[in-house]
């Protein structure tokens, strides 16, 4: 019973950990109807910058406080995130507007290569660390209800909680700054948002720059659980189940999708791995979001979407 | 004014119907395809052969297979390397397992056996559509990617999961030199390529550009998505399938399940898509595109880096590389969404006018 | 007018390349080694410091004043650790400055493709540490040079240890293994010895994939909380390692009972978990880390202070480094070897290549020469026996460096060898190889 909960609150915390992947691919399918592939690139490329700033930054002024150091490594970082949004919009996706998906599906695989590039030839492509003064020792809970006690992972304990704190502060600016507001509409209509005087290439540009400060929170958590080096892009393949299921368009249903998925991969590799060999949670995530697309064409809380003939 | 039509009066439905209606083309297809089989072999060596044109060819004939599936019938996969490894593998299994198997007949078997599990794996096109499509076609990804590691079997029970095979004979022609696998690799695709045409301008071909231009008006007049859908994953998978067990026989001679990874099934789809959804050009246009230009670009930077007297490291060339590669495929998706074929295809307009465009 | 502007572009860009490509580069006697390298992608981190101490020898080789006269030379080609590029990075190179001499390729997808155009080309494919295992058998993979280790030796020598730490093989008995493998043929290799083993001594031994890259192994790691196993052997390659490392610390699984695999222990993998990785146990490859040992200093001295060193000086005698420089070290030795039969101060072809690659003989004093005493063992290899020593021994990673900890171990012959008959028998079978006689290699 004990591992069974800790199997499961594994489950839930990297459930979260996908969701904040996923979040990114959200905000930019629901805003632009772009599937960004270049997600995981941007993740990647967030937390080199993020790492890298971090160490060069003490060198440059001279000065010794971690926490000081961080910050201002974060400050540049999200200035970088926001000058890779502009020029992606900028360079890239004005001249794709109204293409057929799988166009832009590829233009952002292109747009991955770049910032990989990009990001390797400007950052390094060692292996470099994000210490933000994450807890890496476990604790162990409930001692007295079972024996041995359940084991929590602080750092993904803390990690979830920041993933939370995201998603409530991109719900509120969702719902109540008048950005985010214009960013509703022209999810819901283009043509009509603009037909009200909301600026499409600026929301666009906006909705890119918050896709970069999720793939940056993203990034710091993931690179200071894993260290930041160039297999922190392919987390974005882990990520995709949780879209698909939690619907393209739905931010709470990224959410649900990714503890879902968090949930159902632990699961099905601990208790049913040994079974067959083991290692089919990645392609186990992916089944169980087929399985319920098969009910739910368009994702859990995906919007419907009507053909009319 | 050579590439005209005037004057070109047909007098038959025969003659209209046929695969290359003018008759420029037509020759020009034959004096391609006479040049690849005779003229190639006398000039190129051998860097070109393996390196650069037999990978070519086998992987126009996967991305011919993508392209029936994404442009004729309109479903995006991103499972295609998963298919090319239930080809390969299952042409393996033939070839150690049934004796006396000649290995054609163990690569088109291999072809068959990876257009069943496309059939299985495509079912779910019946209810999802689109990017939900896409990504569940990762599913099939995975699961082979997983299942070729891990089910013993299927690699008779080799210790470390990778397989290898002799070089494969032909009614009694040992395919071991690098021309050999050229004119064998050629030869196999010039057949499926024809067939695929014909395929394509046939009943079923109308039939999933139906289903993929709308495809509840094609219910209406009578076609049955369930049928076309699946009969579009199956001949899409029988070609992945035999393009597949080629890579495994021919190209490689030795591989494991990473040879048709995730990369493999992004790199087929950007063939595609590139080259031009729709149009059997567009395959060979797009294969030729991924396959040549990273290694063209690999080998042309340290060349331009010396020019300006410029010692470039080998990372160094490897990121711009990347850097180029994807800003050429954004850059031609923005000139021309609809990839080279439809290039090619505003250039034979022009040409039928040129030099006199007014 | 755009196409016009292009093909001026093009002509320009041809004119100018072929002028580049006309300087002669030719000098008399060169001897040239094609270097298939990865600095880019997800396995940069390990592949860039084997990479630069491979590349440091050829150079320190050079400075030295060759082999006999004969100067190293060399081209790099990066495959990314991806085999199709691999390939074609051989084929691009194979031919160059009158043919390559040895490859190597720091992958075993790559060795396993190559291992295929090794007899044609007539170019050795040299592995140390790496491959299959069974290519040990010369007879069989002629052409296949696993020099120092095969994975099933180094499996054997990592169960010897526990055993010894036990107090004996008997002692094994009933003792949970672990094993947390990378899932590609490479993390599979040891399966077939440990299970072997396995059977012999009694332990249970339980298989924990990990697929790639191996960024992912909550669920691995809570198999491992929940069965508790005696010792956790770890056969990952780059980032794969350094997150079962935090894994292992995530969960509290005590590192010194933890047993890496040589390509799991080095500085990439334990650096940036620092103190989490206390304890924790590798197999050394014969070296460890060495920066005090003669040929490192000679390379600062020669190379580095003079500013032609490859790479950044701190990374100069690190594991992976001394990795590529002893790879690079036992190809320039066979160079010498085989000179020594095809004539002084000659080029030597890849076919004369693979007679000094077979018989190469380097004792303690040749060791010592090359300033690599106490780094490795001798080494002897035969036609029939293509790794030429079978000795390794553990080191510990103490928080800051890595200590050795453990006497020298030889893989058990009376295991290995069967098990290497027994599976190249089965590959001469299917590929229909047919073994060489030990009259074959006096030729």
Same mark, same amino acid.
């Given at each position: 019973?004990?591992?069974?909960?800790?199997?499961?609150?594994?489950?839930?915390?990297?459930?979260?950990?996908?969701?904040?992947?996923?979040?990114?691919?959200?905000?930019?399918?629901?805003?632009?109807?772009?599937?960004?592939?270049?997600?995981?690139?941007?993740?990647?490329?967030?937390?080199?910058?993020?790492?890298?700033?971090?160490?060069?930054?003490?060198?440059?002024?001279?000065?010794?406080?971690?926490?000081?150091?961080?910050?201002?490594?974060?400050?540049?970082?999200?200035?970088?995130?926001?000058?890779?949004?502009?020029?992606?919009?900028?360079?890239?996706?004005?001249?794709?507007?109204?293409?057929?998906?799988?166009?832009?599906?590829?233009?952002?695989?292109?747009?991955?290569?770049?910032?990989?590039?990009?990001?390797?030839?400007?950052?390094?492509?060692?292996?470099?660390? !994000?210490?933000?003064?994450?807890? +890496?020792?476990?604790?162990?809970? $409930?001692?007295?209800?079972?024996? &041995? #006690? *359940?084991? %929590?992972?602080?750092?993904?304990?803390?990690?979830?909680?920041?993933?939370?704190?995201?998603?409530?502060?991109?719900?509120?600016?969702?719902?109540?700054?008048?950005?985010?507001?214009?960013?509703?509409?022209?999810?819901?209509?283009?043509?009509?948002?603009?037909?009200?005087?909301?600026?499409?290439?600026?929301?666009?540009?906006?909705?890119?720059?918050?896709?970069?400060?999720?793939?940056?929170?993203?990034?710091?958590?993931?690179?200071?659980?894993?260290?930041?080096?160039?297999?922190?892009?392919?987390?974005?393949?882990?990520?995709?189940?949780?879209?698909?299921?939690?619907?393209?368009?739905?931010?709470?249903?990224?959410?649900?999708?990714?503890? !879902?998925?968090?949930?159902?991969? +632990?699961?099905?590799?601990?208790? $049913?791995?040994?079974?067959?060999? &083991? #290692? *089919?949670? %990645?392609?186990?995530?992916?089944?169980?979001?087929?399985?319920?697309?098969?009910?739910?064409?368009?994702?859990?809380?995906?919007?419907?979407?009507?053909?009319?003939? | 004014?050579?590439?005209?039509?005037?004057?070109?009066?047909?007098?038959?439905?025969?003659?209209?119907?046929?695969?290359?209606?003018?008759?420029?083309?037509?020759?020009?297809?034959?004096?391609?395809?006479?040049?690849?089989?005779?003229?190639?072999?006398?000039?190129?060596?051998?860097?070109?052969?393996?390196?650069?044109?037999?990978?070519?060819?086998?992987?126009?004939?996967?991305?011919?297979?993508?392209?029936?599936?994404?442009?004729?019938?309109?479903?995006?996969?991103?499972?295609?390397?998963?298919?090319?490894?239930?080809?390969?593998?299952?042409?393996?299994?033939?070839?150690?397992?049934?004796?006396?198997?000649?290995?054609?007949?163990?690569?088109?078997?291999?072809?068959?056996?990876?257009?069943?599990?496309?059939?299985?794996?495509?079912?779910?096109?019946?209810?999802?559509?689109?990017?939900?499509?896409?990504?569940?076609?990762?599913?099939?990804?995975?699961?082979?990617?997983?299942?070729?590691?891990?089910?013993?079997?299927?690699?008779?029970?080799?210790?470390?999961?990778?397989?290898?095979?002799?070089?494969?004979?032909?009614?009694?022609?040992?395919?071991?030199?690098?021309?050999?696998?050229?004119?064998?690799?050629?030869?196999?695709?010039?057949?499926?390529?024809?067939?695929?045409?014909?395929?394509?301008?046939?009943?079923?071909?109308?039939?999933?550009?139906?289903?993929?231009?709308?495809?509840?008006?094609?219910?209406?007049?009578?076609?049955?998505?369930?049928?076309?859908?699946?009969?579009?994953?199956?001949?899409?998978?029988?070609?992945?399938?035999?393009?597949?067990?080629?890579?495994?026989?021919?190209?490689?001679?030795?591989?494991?399940?990473?040879?048709?990874?995730?990369?493999?099934?992004?790199?087929?789809?950007?063939?595609?898509?590139?080259?031009?959804?729709?149009?059997?050009?567009?395959?060979?246009?797009?294969?030729?595109?991924?396959?040549?230009?990273?290694?063209?670009?690999?080998?042309?930077?340290?060349?331009?880096?010396?020019?300006?007297?410029?010692?470039?490291?080998?990372?160094?060339?490897?990121?711009?590389?990347?850097?180029?590669?994807?800003?050429?495929?954004?850059?031609?998706?923005?000139?021309?969404?609809?990839?080279?074929?439809?290039?090619?295809?505003?250039?034979?307009?022009?040409?039928?006018?040129?030099?006199?465009?007014? | 007018?755009?196409?016009?502007?292009?093909?001026?572009?093009?002509?320009?860009?041809?004119?100018?390349?072929?002028?580049?490509?006309?300087?002669?580069?030719?000098?008399?006697?060169?001897?040239?080694?094609?270097?298939?390298?990865?600095?880019?992608?997800?396995?940069?981190?390990?592949?860039?410091?084997?990479?630069?101490?491979?590349?440091?020898?050829?150079?320190?080789?050079?400075?030295?004043?060759?082999?006999?006269?004969?100067?190293?030379?060399?081209?790099?080609?990066?495959?990314?650790?991806?085999?199709?590029?691999?390939?074609?990075?051989?084929?691009?190179?194979?031919?160059?400055?009158?043919?390559?001499?040895?490859?190597?390729?720091?992958?075993?997808?790559?060795?396993?493709?190559?291992?295929?155009?090794?007899?044609?080309?007539?170019?050795?494919?040299?592995?140390?540490?790496?491959?299959?295992?069974?290519?040990?058998?010369?007879?069989?993979?002629?052409?296949?040079?696993?020099?120092?280790?095969?994975?099933?030796?180094?499996?054997?020598?990592?169960?010897?240890?526990?055993?010894?730490?036990?107090?004996?093989?008997?002692?094994?008995?009933?003792?949970?293994?672990?094993?947390?493998?990378?899932?590609?043929?490479?993390?599979?290799?040891?399966?077939?010895?440990?299970?072997?083993?396995?059977?012999?001594?009694?332990?249970?031994?339980?298989?924990?994939?990990?697929?790639?890259?191996?960024?992912?192994?909550?669920?691995?790691?809570?198999?491992?909380?929940?069965?508790?196993?005696?010792?956790?052997?770890?056969?990952?390659?780059?980032?794969?390692?350094?997150?079962?490392?935090?894994?292992?610390?995530?969960?509290?699984?005590?590192?010194?009972?933890?047993?890496?695999?040589?390509?799991?222990?080095?500085?990439?993998?334990?650096?940036?978990?620092?103190?989490?990785?206390?304890?924790?146990?590798?197999?050394?490859?014969?070296?460890?880390?060495?920066?005090?040992?003669?040929?490192?200093?000679?390379?600062?001295?020669?190379?580095?202070?003079?500013?032609?060193?490859?790479?950044?000086?701190?990374?100069?005698?690190?594991?992976?480094?001394?990795?590529?420089?002893?790879?690079?070290?036992?190809?320039?030795?066979?160079?010498?070897?085989?000179?020594?039969?095809?004539?002084?101060?000659?080029?030597?072809?890849?076919?004369?290549?693979?007679?000094?690659?077979?018989?190469?003989?380097?004792?303690?004093?040749?060791?010592?020469?090359?300033?690599?005493?106490?780094?490795?063992?001798?080494?002897?290899?035969?036609?029939?026996?293509?790794?030429?020593?079978?000795?390794?021994?553990?080191?510990?990673?103490?928080?800051?460096?890595?200590?050795?900890?453990?006497?020298?171990?030889?893989?058990?012959?009376?295991?290995?060898?069967?098990?290497?008959?027994?599976?190249?028998?089965?590959?001469?079978?299917?590929?229909?190889?047919?073994?060489?006689?030990?009259?074959?290699?006096?030729?």
């Amino acid at each position: 019973m004990a591992f069974f909960l800790e199997t499961l609150l594994g489950g839930l915390m990297s459930g979260m950990l996908y969701s904040l992947v996923a979040l990114g691919f959200v905000l930019i399918f629901k805003a632009s109807g772009v599937f960004n592939f270049a997600q995981g690139a941007m993740v990647l490329f967030a937390a080199l910058a993020m790492a890298r700033f971090s160490e060069w930054i003490p060198d440059w002024l001279g000065m010794e406080n971690l926490f000081v150091a961080n910050l201002l490594a974060f400050a540049v970082a999200v200035v970088v995130m926001f000058v890779v949004a502009w020029l992606i919009e900028r360079l890239a996706l004005r001249y794709l507007v109204n293409q057929e998906g799988a166009t832009l599906l590829m233009a952002t695989l292109g747009i991955a290569y770049v910032l990989d590039g990009i990001g390797q030839t400007i950052f390094g492509s060692d292996i470099y660390k !994000i210490d933000v003064g994450m807890p +890496k020792d476990p604790v162990m809970m $409930l001692e007295s209800v079972f024996e &041995g #006690g *359940i084991l %929590i992972n602080k750092e993904d304990f803390i990690a979830a909680l920041i993933a939370a704190l995201l998603v409530i502060s991109l719900s509120i600016f969702f719902q109540k700054t008048a950005t985010g507001r214009a960013l509703r509409a022209v999810a819901d209509d283009h043509q009509a948002a603009q037909s009200i005087g909301i600026p499409l290439d600026r929301i666009w540009v906006i909705v890119w720059c918050v896709a970069g400060i999720t793939a940056l929170v993203a990034g710091i958590i993931w690179g200071s659980k894993l260290g930041v080096q160039f297999s922190l892009s392919t987390i974005a393949l882990r990520a995709l189940p949780v879209v698909i299921l939690g619907g393209l368009t739905s931010v709470p249903g990224a959410i649900i999708g990714g503890l !879902i998925i968090g949930v159902g991969e +632990k699961l099905s590799e601990v208790y $049913l791995g040994p079974y067959v060999g &083991g #290692g *089919i949670e %990645i392609w186990f995530a992916y089944m169980l979001a087929l399985v319920f697309l098969l009910f739910r064409p368009q994702g859990l809380f995906g919007e419907k979407i009507i053909d009319r003939v | 004014m050579f590439y005209r039509e005037n004057g070109q009066f047909k007098t038959s439905y025969k003659a209209d119907q046929q695969a290359f209606a003018i008759p420029q083309d037509r020759w020009a297809i034959y004096a391609i395809v006479a040049f690849a089989f005779i003229g190639v072999p006398l000039l190129v060596d051998e860097y070109m052969f393996r390196a650069i044109l037999v990978p070519f060819l086998i992987l126009s004939l996967a991305a011919l297979g993508v392209n029936i599936l994404v442009g004729y019938c309109g479903q995006i996969t991103l499972g295609a390397g998963a298919s090319m490894a239930v080809g390969a593998y299952a042409a393996y299994n033939f070839l150690i397992r049934v004796d006396g198997m000649p290995a054609l007949a163990a690569i088109l078997l291999g072809g068959l056996v990876a257009a069943a599990a496309g059939i299985v794996f495509g079912a779910p096109s019946l209810r999802v559509r689109g990017l939900y499509l896409a990504v569940a076609t990762l599913a099939a990804q995975f699961f082979w990617d997983w299942a070729f590691l891990r089910i013993k079997w299927f690699t008779n029970n080799a210790s470390s999961g990778s397989v290898s095979v002799a070089d494969i004979s032909l009614f009694g022609w040992t395919i071991s030199t690098p021309t050999d696998k050229y004119l064998f690799s050629l030869g196999i695709l010039v057949v499926f390529a024809v067939m695929a045409k014909n395929l394509l301008r046939g009943n079923m071909g109308r039939q999933w550009m139906a289903i993929r231009d709308m495809d509840v008006a094609a219910t209406v007049i009578g076609i049955r998505p369930m049928y076309s859908k699946l009969t579009a994953f199956a001949v899409s998978s029988f070609y992945l399938g035999v393009a597949g067990a080629l890579w495994g026989f021919v190209n490689l001679g030795s591989w494991e399940p990473a040879a048709f990874s995730i990369d493999r099934s992004l790199q087929l789809l950007f063939m595609v898509i590139i080259g031009g959804m729709g149009a059997i050009s567009g395959s060979f246009f797009g294969a030729a595109f991924i396959v040549i230009l990273p290694i063209f670009l690999n080998q042309m930077l340290p060349l331009v880096g010396s020019l300006f007297g410029l010692e470039v490291s080998t990372a160094l060339v490897s990121h711009v590389e990347v850097i180029i590669f994807g800003s050429l495929i954004v850059f031609f998706l923005i000139v021309e969404p609809h990839g080279i074929a439809r290039l090619w295809a505003t250039g034979r307009e022009k040409l039928r006018l040129w030099p006199f465009p007014h | 007018m755009k196409l016009r502007k292009l093909a001026a572009a093009a002509s320009l860009v041809a004119i100018g390349l072929s002028g580049a490509l006309t300087t002669p580069a030719f000098a008399a006697e060169e001897q040239f080694f094609p270097l298939l390298v990865y600095r880019t992608g997800a396995y940069a981190p390990n592949g860039v410091p084997w990479a630069n101490g491979f590349l440091d020898y050829l150079k320190l080789t050079n400075a030295r004043g060759g082999v006999n006269g004969v100067k190293m030379i060399w081209e790099e080609c990066e495959t990314g650790y991806a085999t199709d590029r691999g390939v074609e990075c051989y084929e691009r190179l194979k031919g160059k400055h009158g043919g390559g001499t040895a490859v190597q390729p720091l992958s075993t997808g790559i060795t396993f493709a190559l291992t295929e155009k090794a007899p044609v080309d007539k170019i050795p494919v040299i592995t140390a540490g790496y491959g299959r295992s069974e290519s040990q058998n010369g007879a069989v993979f002629g052409w296949n040079f696993p020099l120092v280790g095969t994975y099933w030796m180094g499996a054997d020598v990592l169960v010897q240890h526990i055993a010894k730490k036990e107090g004996g093989f008997d002692k094994l008995k009933g003792k949970k293994v672990a094993l947390v493998y990378h899932d590609s043929p490479y993390g599979k290799e040891p399966i077939a010895l440990l299970q072997e083993r396995a059977k012999m001594h009694g332990f249970d031994l339980s298989l924990l994939p990990v697929a790639h890259p191996g960024v992912e192994q909550k669920a691995t790691w809570l198999q491992i909380r929940q069965n508790k196993p005696d010792y956790v052997f770890l056969w990952g390659w780059g980032v794969m390692n350094s997150t079962a490392l935090k894994e292992a610390q995530a969960t509290g699984y005590p590192r010194e009972k933890m047993y890496g695999v040589w390509w799991a222990g080095a500085e990439p993998d334990v650096k940036d978990v620092g103190d989490g990785a206390k304890g924790y146990n590798a197999l050394a490859m014969q070296h460890g880390a060495e920066p005090d040992s003669k040929v490192v200093k000679e390379i600062l001295e020669k190379l580095h202070a003079k500013g032609q060193g490859t790479g950044p000086k701190e990374e100069v005698g690190q594991v992976l480094y001394m990795r590529g420089l002893i790879s690079s070290m036992l190809q320039v030795e066979a160079v010498r070897v085989a000179q020594g039969r095809y004539g002084k101060g000659k080029r030597i072809t890849g076919e004369q290549m693979r007679w000094g690659l077979e018989n190469l003989d380097l004792d303690q004093k040749a060791l010592d020469g090359m300033g690599l005493g106490g780094v490795m063992r001798p080494v002897k290899t035969s036609c029939l026996d293509h790794m030429g020593s079978a000795w390794a021994r553990i080191h510990t990673w103490d928080g800051k460096k890595w200590n050795f900890t453990s006497d020298w171990y030889q893989g058990d012959e009376k295991v290995l060898r069967p098990m290497v008959m027994l599976a190249s028998a089965k590959y001469a079978e299917e590929k229909k190889i047919k073994p060489r006689t030990p009259e074959d290699c006096k030729k």
